[in-house]
């Protein structure tokens, strides 16, 4: 008896739902490793063979998260950090991608391909010309050192350009014709048009402001100034490591991702095709 098409296509469905689902599992395994851990005592997690439920809920980790690490003061620092940075970023990246997408100037072609050439070059090897800047203006121990640097790249600025490019020039044209300026043009008509590429690029920016470790450890000499990475990192002693704080703390630190990534999924999906697709 021969399948039907119909009945062929729901099996590959389930079939691919279930292995989807089991992938899911596979890679939650560690997040939810680390939950457990956070809720253990010290000698639980090192029990063998390992346990993911923990055999008594210890919110103690939590406790002297708070009391011993200050972590909301370095939670408000990283967040504080994250949102003006991914404003900033998308702002400048957004108006460059238009310029280049939208208007003919001279030079135009060699200077994108000098913004191209420059995402080959490893952003370590800039941090010792960064930090001897940011020395002579005075800007180390300061969020404006950590800011700075940050608030343009040329992967924004490229992303942002191959969306821009699918916006209709008669849309703009429309607009200059009522007589609104071309910072309007932009602001008004490109900009909303262009907010599925911005969810991504809003997503991607908050991620790598959020996680940067280097940077701010370079810049920031307070203790009180200092983001969550950087305090996370400084749980490691020598001698003895409470897993179960850092466990706690990881947790914490990656919920606004998840936060934000499941606000913006749809964004996020639609603007990363449209990215992909436009050349």
Request: charge should be positive; proline fraction near 5%; charged fraction near 15%.
């Amino acid at each position: 008896m021969r399948t039907s098409p119909k009945l062929w296509s729901r099996i590959e469905a389930v079939a691919a739902h279930l292995f989807l689902a089991g992938a899911l599992l596979y890679m939650s395994i560690p997040f939810l490793w680390m939950i457990g851990a956070s809720l253990k005592k010290q000698s639980e997690i090192f029990r063998n063979p390992p346990t993911f439920i923990p055999d008594e809920l210890v919110f103690g980790n939590y406790v002297n998260l708070f009391v011993e690490f200050d972590f909301l003061r370095h939670f408000l620092n990283s967040t504080f950090l994250a949102v003006v940075h991914t404003l900033l970023y998308l702002f400048f990246c957004s108006l460059a991608g238009y310029a280049f997408a939208k208007y003919e100037f001279r030079l135009k072609n060699l200077l994108f391909l000098l913004l191209l050439g420059s995402m080959m070059v490893p952003g370590y090897t800039l941090f010792v010309p960064l930090f001897v800047l940011a020395i002579r203006l005075k800007l180390v121990d300061s969020y404006i050192g950590v800011l700075l640097p940050g608030i343009v790249g040329a992967f924004g600025i490229f992303f942002m350009k191959q969306n821009m490019e699918s916006i209709p020039d008669e849309l703009l044209d429309a607009a200059r014709i009522d007589g609104t300026t071309e910072f309007g043009a932009f602001w008004r008509v490109a900009r909303p048009l262009a907010a599925p590429a911005m969810a991504v690029l809003a997503v991607l920016a908050f991620l790598n402001s959020w996680n940067d470790f280097v940077w701010p450890l370079v810049i920031l000499r307070t203790r009180e100034l200092q983001t969550l990475p950087v305090i996370l990192a400084g749980m490691v002693g020598t001698y003895r490591m409470e897993y179960g704080i850092v466990m706690a703390g990881s947790f914490l630190s990656a919920l606004p991702v998840l936060i934000l990534f499941t606000s913006m999924q749809r964004n996020f999906m639609q603007g990363l095709t449209v990215g992909a697709l436009r050349g």
